[in-house]
């Protein structure tokens, strides 16, 4: 069955940056987009960002530019989220969901701490 | 970006009994190509979310037909015609139509 499969919770100190995966399964990889959304505490959805995993182009929220990077290993099906300058405000659960208008699939959500 | 405005914020529900959820866009989400972008997402209790409407009112694979979408303008609504058990959660709207995709402020339904 199609699956996003999402790494672990991370704890960060302001400042530093962090990389989250989501390794897809079930489906073909390369033919579908690959977004990342975020919530956080008591906040609706943010859509952050994303990419064509076929091609590799990217999209970013004007919010997240300069910030955030978005990438894939198309041999590994997996796709990457790496959020720099992290501040206590990006404190959230990131969300990888794939699908034109996130409709085939979400991950299990990972847990970004950002704490001093 | 699009301002998407959800009503109500809590909605407590009897078993069997209809729900309706609406949602509001701060701008057309008709897109150039003629389809609107408007999509429903149900995020159960400790789950992540998951899609069940798409441009208005097609459901997704899987969704049980007592849920529905419809549009009047830039107000949309979803329905559920029997609140079953298992429809516990936290909805949300999603506009696809303008840069950045925006969501709603989400909706949490329960059982009364």
């Known amino acids: 069955q199609v699956q996003l499969v999402q790494s672990g919770a991370e704890v960060k100190k302001p400042g530093a940056s962090v990389k989250v995966s989501c390794k897809a399964s079930g489906y073909t990889f390369t033919n579908y987009p690959m977004h990342w959304v975020r919530q956080a505490p008591g906040q609706r959805l943010e859509w952050m960002g994303w990419i064509n995993a076929g091609n590799g182009n990217t999209k970013y929220s004007q919010k997240f530019q300069g910030r955030v990077t978005i990438t894939r290993d198309t041999s590994a099906s997996t796709a990457y989220i790496d959020l720099s300058s992290l501040r206590s405000e990006d404190t959230a659960v990131y969300y990888c969901?794939?699908?034109?208008?996130?409709?085939?699939?979400w991950g299990q959500g990972t847990l970004v701490t950002v704490s001093s | 970006d699009v301002v998407m405005t959800q009503s109500p914020l809590s909605l407590p529900v009897t078993l069997g009994q209809p729900a309706s959820i609406s949602c509001r866009s701060s701008q057309s989400l008709v897109y150039s190509d003629g389809n609107t972008y408007l999509s429903w997402f149900q995020q159960r209790p400790g789950q992540s979310p998951r899609r069940l409407i798409y441009e208005v009112s097609n459901r997704d694979s899987g969704v049980p037909d007592r849920f529905s979408g419809s549009r009047s303008g830039t107000d949309f609504t979803l329905k559920i015609s029997r609140v079953a058990a298992e429809d516990v959660g936290v909805y949300y709207c999603m506009q696809g139509a303008h840069w950045p995709p925006t969501f709603g402020q989400g909706t949490k339904v329960e059982i009364k």
């Open positions: 969901a794939s699908g034109a208008f996130l409709g085939i699939a």
